[in-house]
């Protein structure tokens, strides 16, 4: 019995084993198509183990999916990083709204973590946070081989054009104001998260 969030479904197994402590890793390009994986760890004895990601299971076990229905998740998941509360509650209630599921982190330090241990479609973040900002948050992602790929949409309320080449230099996708109708954001992601679904597919 697996419970996430508010709901709680079954899943059957072979065996039951134990608890384990691991290091979880991103399942790359050429792994990452795989469906309900969240990302990779290594056993003891040096074995490759897929992880499963309990969030799309659910997302698939509500809404009748089955597993061999096709690469992608039943929604594309997006981490939105901002230590601005209102801000990180606006932008993720526009994006939930348009049918991804979100998840959200309160600066560039929880992000970074939490991109360890899931997996995820595209981050929108803000650039002014504690211990980890948005530029630094950029350059972790893009040093990562398999995170290099991933969808990041800046989104701030410092728009100059210095700031805008920064960000664009950093690494970012795209910069979006604060000020900006959310629509944007969300059409921005759609067209991100598709490039890329679409490069999978043709690697």
């Not at 650039?127 to 969808?151: K, S």
């Not at 690494?171 to 059409?187: C, F, N, Y």
Request: proline residues 4%.
């Amino acid at each position: 019995v697996v419970k996430h969030g508010e709901h709680t479904f079954v899943l059957t197994c072979d065996r039951l084993i134990g608890p384990r402590t691991i290091v979880l890793r991103p399942l790359g390009p050429v792994l990452g198509a795989l469906p309900f994986y969240a990302g990779v760890t290594i056993s003891g004895a040096g074995k490759a183990q897929l992880v499963l990601d309990v969030g799309a299971l659910c997302d698939a076990a509500q809404s009748g999916e089955r597993s061999n229905a096709g690469p992608r998740r039943a929604r594309a998941r997006v981490l939105v990083v901002d230590d601005s509360r209102l801000a990180r509650e606006a932008a993720a209630r526009a994006i939930a709204g348009a049918g991804m599921s979100v998840v959200t982190a309160e600066d560039g330090f929880e992000a970074w973590e939490l991109l360890g241990e899931r997996r995820f479609d595209a981050v929108v973040t803000d650039l002014e946070m504690p211990r980890v900002d948005g530029f630094e948050l950029l350059a972790r992602v893009r040093r990562e081989p398999t995170l290099r790929g991933l969808p990041i949409i800046v989104l701030s309320s410092r728009s100059s054009h210095a700031t805008r080449q920064r960000v664009l230099e950093a690494g970012a996708d795209q910069m979006i104001p604060k000020t900006s109708h959310r629509r944007a954001l969300v059409e921005a992601l759609a067209t991100l998260i598709d490039v890329r679904e679409g490069a999978r597919r043709e690697a």
